[in-house]
């Protein structure tokens, strides 16, 4: 997954013809959900690695794989 998303940012970066009058960057925040999991204990997870990611510096990608865990930097 994160290939790809790095592979299509890329993309869009090096395509984004004439318009594109600015550098994209990009930040996410991602995170393993387990079954039964409230799906609002999982956005926290994933609004706290995004912001990870961000504090990070430009293009990171953030993983918070389990709920007790500080988020793992990908990048």
Do not use: C, F
Not at 39 to 62: C, S, T
């Amino acid at each position: 997954m994160r290939d790809l998303i790095r592979h299509t940012h890329e993309r869009l970066r090096t395509q984004g013809g004439p318009a594109l009058t600015r550098p994209v960057t990009l930040s996410v925040g991602a995170v393993h959900v387990a079954p039964g999991q409230p799906w609002q204990d999982a956005l926290a997870r994933a609004d706290r690695a995004l912001y990870a990611a961000k504090a990070a510096g430009k293009n990171r990608i953030h993983l918070d794989s389990h709920p007790a865990s500080s988020p793992a930097p990908l990048t």
